[in-house]
């Protein structure tokens, strides 16, 4: 009976829960490591390279919120941006995306919201992002792209609703 026991605990199905086990305990002392960096931008860079070095699938989340929470601590910084996307291309989602988005319309920065109200937009054509691009590409001189976006506004919410747009077109069209 001992010898079958010994068989099973040295057998290779033994030593790779073993493996595993170790390996996890590693990622799970390095993601720790990461969480104490305290510059966001580094702990943001940091857990972007530890995805792409792979990671058990058990630290996803707690990876996920992490890169979350220190591209939120970026909010409003030009170093967001590049986080962002390389979030994205990682992921193949957008949460990188609309976070830039909203950083970029809480500051103001036109090209940006126009530059993530695209890809956001094509994804989740929301009128409200239509509305951030209209004034953005407004303010940015692109007349085309302005109408175009004010025009999904007025559709969608009414005239009314999106007066400043309507009027601002029908000056443009009469030379003032």
Known sequence: MHGALLIVLL???GMQESDE???YRRDYAQYEEILAVE???ERATA???FGDQGYDDRLLGGVAAGIQGALEALSG????YPLAD???AQT?????AA???QSAASGGDNENIVKYGEIVYAANPVVDIAKAMAASYSALGNEAKFEEYANVAIDEQGLAENFDFAYNMFQRAEGG
């Open 11 to 13: 057998s290779p199905m």
């Open 21 to 23: 086990a170790q390996q």
């Open 39 to 41: 510059d966001p931008a």
């Open 47 to 49: 857990f972007l390279d």
């Open 77 to 80: 910084t030009d170093a967001l």
């Open 86 to 88: 390389r979030w994205d």
């Open 92 to 96: 193949g989602e957008l949460t990188g």
């Open 99 to 101: 976070m830039a988005l």
